[in-house]
Nanobody
Framework: QVQLEESGGGWVQPGGSLRLSCAAS????????MGWYRQAPGKQRESVAT???????NYADSVKGRFTISRDNAKKTVYLQMNSLKPEDTAVYYC??????????WGQGTQVTVSS
């Protein structure tokens, strides 16, 4: 099994920044595709940003230009730098490791709240 642990969430004012981290428990982290997802109350979980094992990235339209996903394979960690945060970014953010077409692991989530 792969254990994922998110950190870095919290409360910020609109326009502020946060950096989320997701640390994996396995040494084969470098072969995983990774992603950040979020879920607000009453809404479905949505993909925010993904990064492949080779470093290719993809972003939801709502966060393009504001969020950056990156990974450090030596540290077995994936990051989500969130800038220019908006109230609508408020959600629980989850880290996901994709091991194959039918096997993924999720972290427990970290709360991000953006309000005045």
């Amino acid at each position: 099994q792969v254990q994922l642990e998110e950190s870095g969430g919290g409360w910020v004012q609109p326009g502020g920044s946060l950096r989320l981290s997701c640390a994996a428990s396995r040494n084969i982290f470098n072969i995983y595709n990774m992603g950040w997802y979020r879920q607000a109350p009453g809404k479905q979980r949505e993909s925010v940003a993904t990064i492949t094992s080779g470093g290719g990235t993809n972003y939801a339209d709502s966060v393009k230009g504001r969020f950056t996903i990156s990974r450090d394979n030596a540290k077995k960690t994936v990051y989500l730098q969130m800038n220019s945060l908006k109230p609508e970014d408020t959600a629980v953010y989850y880290c996901k490791a994709i091991l194959g077409p039918a096997l993924s692991y999720w972290g427990q989530g970290t709360q991000v709240t953006v309000s005045s």
